[in-house]
Structure formats: C-alpha cells, structure tokens
C-alpha cells in the first residue's frame, strides 16, 4: 500500500501549471519554516477572474502536488471564490495526505491568498484582512506601499 493516492502521485511525477507568469499582476510567496519549503504563486487577472495561475515550489512532493491541484482549482474562478480555497479542500481533492504532510496543502491555501492580496495591494484595493484568514502569520514580499 503506498502512503500517497494516486492523484498525489500524478500531480507530483506530472504537475500543472508549472513556471512563471514573468507579467502576473499578483505574486505570492509563502514557506513553512519548519521544513524550510518555499512555494510561489503567480496570478494573472481579468475582471476579477483569474485567467492564468503559475506556480514555482522548491519543496517536498506534497508540496508540489498540493500547489498543482490548488492552481487548477482556482483557474478560471472569480477572485472571491479563489480566497475561499482551503488546505481542506485541496487535500480532499487530492484523495487525502498522511497527517505528517498536511501542513504542505497549507502552504498551497496561503500562496493562492498571498497573491491575492498582492494583486489588491498593488491596484490599491480595499481589503479586509478577514478575507485572508490563512495570512495571519505567512510573511508578505511587498512593502506597505504596494510598490
Ligand atoms: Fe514541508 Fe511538505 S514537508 S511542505
């Protein structure tokens, strides 16, 4: 029996959405300090869809599975739905982790949010912090003046 699904197996040995969005109008980069995992999201946006996401994770597989998955859940979505992502939800999708490997879809939940809230910093968008509940102790890139 192998520790991994078949799904995380596939999106580890074949991941989507690889690379970087060298225009993206959002980027977001997270890492757990523990493991020392870093993953960053890119987000292209057109009226408030995201219409490319890309992703770079210089991590464990489950890292790069869960960031796969994460991406090609949000394509095409609308910005809000994006931020109602969880770490849940990509795990599900990804017919489950072993406990010791959940935090890795945890990074994926952040970096989606921490893109976003770029894109808004960036165009000076009002947001509430509220929206971005997996930010709380994730490290921002960019300074306070959206520069
Ligand atoms: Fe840290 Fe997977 S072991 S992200």
Do not use: W
Request: aromatic share 6%; with cysteine.
């Amino acid at each position: 029996m192998s520790l991994y699904s078949e799904k995380v197996m596939d999106h580890f040995r074949n991941p989507r959405n690889v690379g970087v969005i060298e225009d993206a109008d959002g980027v977001g980069e997270v890492g757990n300090a523990k493991c020392g995992d870093i993953m960053k999201m890119y987000i292209k946006v057109e009226n408030d869809i995201l219409v490319d996401v890309k992703f770079e994770t210089f991590g464990c597989g489950s890292a790069i599975a869960s960031s796969s998955m994460a991406t090609e859940m949000i394509k095409g979505k609308p910005l809000k739905e994006a931020l109602l992502l969880t770490n849940k939800a990509v795990t599900e999708t990804l017919d489950g982790l072993p406990a010791h490997k959940l935090h890795c879809s945890v990074l994926a939940e952040e970096a989606v949010q921490a893109a976003v809230r770029d894109y808004y910093q960036r165009n000076n968008i009002p947001y509430d912090e509220k929206d971005f509940p997996a930010l709380d102790h994730a490290h921002d890139t960019h300074g306070e003046d959206g520069q």
